[in-house]
C-alpha cells in the first residue's frame, strides 16, 4: 500500500464555485440524446436525478445518461466511449458486467427474485465477509450503505444504553439524520453540509470534529467521553475526496473509545474490499468494534452489511432487543453478486495490480499537474485517488473545502472531451479497476496534460 501526499505553490485558494467555463465544444448540442434524457427525468424525477451526486452540480453542465458499461468502459446514449473511473462510485472493482458475476446473477435470478425467507446464500455471503475481515465475528445484510450506518449507530446505543456519538466533519455516512451534519459527497458539493429536515433534536447528540485533528479528539473525549455510545469515521475518507488518515488519528480513536467504554466504528462502505481483501482496517492495524460495508459486497447491485465483535452484533433482534428489519435484507441477486465478486477477489487477489495501475496514474497526475504549474494536492490509497486543486495538504474537510472547484469542473470537462470520465465533484475519489489497462492509464495521462494546460487555477 502506497500513501502520498503532494502540494504545489503556496497561493490563496477559492471558495467553491457552481460557475464553471466549460469547453466551447462541450454544450447540449454535442450531446442531445443526454440533453433529452434529463429533461425528460426532470418532468417526473426531482432535480431529474435519483441521486444528487449523479447532477453534475459541482461541475456545470448536464449529466451524461449512461447507455451500458463493459469493462473499463462507459457507454452513453449519444455514443461516446469513456474511461470510466467512478465504477458506480465504488463496487465495480472487477470492471463492468464482469462475466463471472453476470452469470452468478442469471442463475439466482432464474430460481426467484425475492422470497423473504432464509438462504443459504446469505450464509455463504456472510462467511466470506467474516472469514476476510478480521474484526467481524458476525454480520448482519442489509440493502445499503446507508441502512448499515444507521443500524450499527442504533446497535451501539443499544449495546451501551448512551445516546452520543462523535463523527467528523467530511466523512458521509449516508442520508442517516443523525449523520447528517457537516458531512461530504453529494451534501458538499451542493454546499448545504446539514439538510432542511433534519431536526434539531435528531442531531443534539451527534459531536462533529475535525478529523486528523488528535487535540480536538481529545479534548471531547475528556468532556464527553463517558455519555458516548459510538465513534464512528471513514478509515480512508473517500466522501471529501481522498483524504487518509494520521497513525496518531487511529490510535487516538482506537484508544480514546476503549477507554471511556464506547463502540469506535469504522465506516468501510467505501474501502471495504477496495483498499485490501480486509479492508482499510487491515492496512493501519487497527480493529474497530463495528464495521459498515456496502459498495463491493453486492458486486454492483444494492446490498450493505455491518458487522463486528459477536457480543455486540448479538444484541440485534432475534438475538437481542435491538431492532432492525428489511424485507430484502440479503435478496437473492445481491447475495449471488457479491458471493462472486467476493470469492474472484479471494481467489484472484487484483491488489498488487490495482496498485502498480495507481501508482502509475498517479505519477503521471503529479507530473501533468507540475508541468502545468497547478497548485495542487494529491492523495492516493491503491486505488482511489484524489487530484485536488487545493494550495496545502489536504488533512481534512478545512483544507479540502478550500479547494478550487471551479478550476476542477473546467478539467472535468476537459476530460469528458478527451474520452475520460473522473468523478463529477472535487469531493468524491475516483477509482481503478483490474478491468483498466496500462494502456487506458497512460490515455488518461495524456488527456490529464491537455486538460491541465487549459485550466486557469486562482492564485
Known amino acids: 500500500m502506497v500513501v502520498r501526499r503532494l502540494s504545489r505553490r503556496d497561493a490563496s485558494a477559492v471558495r467553491p464555485s457552481l460557475a464553471i467555463d466549460m469547453p466551447a465544444s462541450t454544450n447540449m448540442t454535442s450531446m442531445p440524446k443526454s440533453h433529452a434524457a434529463f429533461a425528460r427525468a426532470q418532468q417526473v424525477i426531482p432535480g431529474g436525478v435519483n441521486s444528487p451526486a449523479r447532477a453534475f452540480g459541482a461541475v ?261 432487543p435491538v431492532f432492525q428489519a428489511g424485507t430484502l435484507s440479503g435478496n437473492p441477486l445481491a447475495t449471488a453478486a457479491g458471493n462472486a465478486t467476493l470469492k474472484r477477489l479471494r481467489e484472484s487477489p487484483p491488489y498488487e495490480r490495482l496498485e502498480e495501475l495507481g501508482a502509475r496514474l498517479e505519477a503521471g497526475l503529479r507530473e501533468a499537474a507540475a508541468t502545468a504549474g497547478a497548485p495542487f494536492s494529491l492523495v492516493r490509497v491503491g486505488s482511489m485517488m484524489t487530484l485536488f486543486f487545493a494550495t496545502e495538504p489536504v488533512h481534512g474537510w478545512r483544507q479540502a473545502s478550500r479547494a478550487d472547484t471551479a478550476a476542477f469542473g473546467r478539467y472535468f470537462w476537459e476530460l469528458i472531451e478527451r474520452g475520460v470520465y473522473m468523478p463529477c465533484s472535487q469531493y468524491e475519489a475516483l477509482f481503478i479497476s483490474a478491468a483498466h489497462t496500462f494502456d487506458d492509464i497512460d490515455a488518461t495521462i495524456r488527456a490529464a496534460g491537455e486538460a491541465l494546460a487549459l485550466v486557469e487555477v486562482a492564485d
Request: proline letters at 5%; glycine letters at 14%.
Open 60 to 320: 456545470g453542465g448536464e449529466p451524461l445518461f449512461i447507455e451500458r458499461a463493459e469493462g473499463a468502459y462507459l457507454y452513453d446514449v449519444d455514443g461516446r466511449q469513456l474511461i470510466d473511473y467512478i465504477g458506480s462510485w465504488g463496487p465495480m472493482i472487477l470492471g463492468h458486467a464482469h462475466p463471472q458475476v453476470l452469470e452468478a446473477i442469471r442463475a439466482a435470478a432464474e430460481r426467484g427474485t425475492s422470497f423473504g425467507a432464509p438462504t443459504e446464500a446469505e450464509s455463504e455471503l456472510a462467511e466470506q465477509i467474516v472469514a476476510s475481515v478480521d474484526s467481524i465475528e458476525k454480520v448482519r445484510l442489509v440493502n445499503s450503505g446507508t441502512e448499515a450506518t444507521m443500524s450499527a449507530i442504533r446497535l451501539a446505543r443499544g449495546f451501551t444504553g448512551r445516546d452520543k456519538i462523535i463523527k467528523f466533519a467530511g466523512n458521509y455516512h449516508g442520508h442517516v439524520d443523525s449523520l447528517l451534519v457537516a458531512a461530504g459527497s453529494s451534501a458538499a458539493t451542493l454546499s448545504q453540509p446539514d439538510s432542511p429536515g433534519v431536526t434539531a433534536g435528531t442531531v443534539a447528540d451527534t459531536i462533529v470534529l475535525e478529523y486528523n485533528d488528535v487535540a480536538g479528539f481529545e479534548a471531547a473525549m475528556r468532556e464527553q467521553g463517558d455519555a458516548l455510545a459510538a465513534v464512528i469515521l471513514e478509515p480512508v475518507v473517500g466522501n471529501m475526496g481522498c483524504v487518509v488518515p494520521t497513525p496518531e488519528f487511529l490510535t487516538a480513536a482506537r484508544g480514546l473509545t476503549e477507554k471511556h467504554g464506547a463502540l469506535l466504528i469504522f465506516d468501510e462502505v467505501m474501502t471495504g474490499f477496495r483498499v485490501a481483501l480486509g479492508g482499510a482496517q487491515s492496512l493501519f492495524g487497527v480493529r474497530p468494534d463495528l464495521t459498515t460495508l456496502g459498495k463491493i459486497v453486492g458486486g454492483g447491485l444494492p446490498v450493505g452489511a455491518y458487522g463486528g465483535r459477536a457480543d455486540v452484533m448479538n444484541h440485534i433482534l432475534p438475538a437481542g
